[in-house]
């Protein structure tokens, strides 16, 4: 099913983030995490390329394979184009219709070091177009609340997006966020540009010092001093600290639902008690929201 019609199936949508084993590891290291998200029942479960594409294109295709012939779960699997061809892109989508999988998270890649800028794809929306020609995948896109780290501005960051948008992207993926309000601020001015497709929140519970120094160096997110304060407090501690940034991420979680956002996704660093805590705290908020839109 493409992800853009379970929105019109549900009023919420739940899902999941992994990423493929390192490159000098065997796919069956993965096993674990699946079997420990699987009965957790999320309404689809993306997989991640490693930075600027790191992760080979076969192991997306096998890992998104296995989550939906093995484990019967949508799969959206990520497929950046920075240093691609359209060779290497055109194999990549024929493996994926080959293995059932039609749900494609179209990105650009990080740009890092000596990164070789492919002359076919210097853009997501030039992936998207390229995969809407192809025809039979939904294809979904990022949009990043606080604005993509490259823009000048959220409001230059927005027009790229409507790109985007124009160019085949049906459902959107936030990056992760820990300041709710950028999230709200960023809808009104999405809605005031029109564009009306489905956007899930992006949400990563942080559970280590280091993991959100790193995480903020990167995409630049905003850190609200409360989030400070809990880094601080607890971070000589791992055990609280873990309990600590899930609980932040759970009251994030809890506030976004009630106030109306379609879809949560979370970023679950292959780290399966962590979606297990948060599952167990907020599905049954979940499922209110779906009840309701059924009766």
């Not at 879809?263 to 679950?268: A, S």
């Amino acid at each position: 099913m493409r992800i853009s019609n379970l929105f019109k199936e549900k009023e919420l949508v739940f899902s999941f983030e992994i990423f493929p084993p390192k490159v000098t590891s065997p796919i069956e290291t993965i096993y674990d995490t699946l079997e420990g998200l699987k009965d957790l029942k999320p309404d689809y479960i993306s997989v991640t390329y490693g930075a600027a594409g790191s992760s080979p294109g076969n192991k997306i295709c096998e890992l998104s394979s296995l989550i939906k012939n093995k484990y019967d779960i949508e799969p959206l699997a990520h497929l950046t184009c920075i240093n691609s061809n359209k060779d290497f892109i055109k194999n990549i989508l024929d493996e994926l219709k080959e293995n059932n999988v039609e749900n494609i998270l179209a990105l650009r890649g990080d740009v890092l070091g000596e990164t070789k800028i492919s002359k076919d794809f210097n853009n997501a929306c030039k992936l998207i177009e390229y995969i809407k020609k192809n025809k039979g995948f939904g294809i979904s896109a990022a949009c990043y609340p606080e604005g993509h780290i490259e823009s000048k501005n959220l409001k230059e960051d927005i027009e790229v997006l409507k790109v985007k948008v124009e160019s085949g992207a049906e459902h959107l993926i936030s990056q992760l966020f820990f300041d709710n309000n950028c999230f709200y601020n960023f809808l009104d001015k999405v809605e005031q540009k029109g564009l009306n497709v489905p956007i899930q929140a992006g949400i990563m519970p942080v559970t280590n010092k280091k993991q959100i120094e790193r995480i903020v160096s990167l995409c630049g997110s905003n850190v609200p001093l409360k989030f400070i304060k809990i880094m601080e407090k607890y971070e000589h501690d791992k055990e609280a600290l873990r309990d600590a940034g899930i609980a932040y991420a759970m009251d994030q979680i809890v506030d976004l639902i009630s106030t109306g956002v379609r879809g949560i996704h979370l970023y679950t660093m292959n780290n399966p008690y962590i979606a297990r805590k948060i599952n167990e705290n907020i599905s049954s908020v979940i499922n209110s929201i779906n009840r309701k839109q059924v009766s």
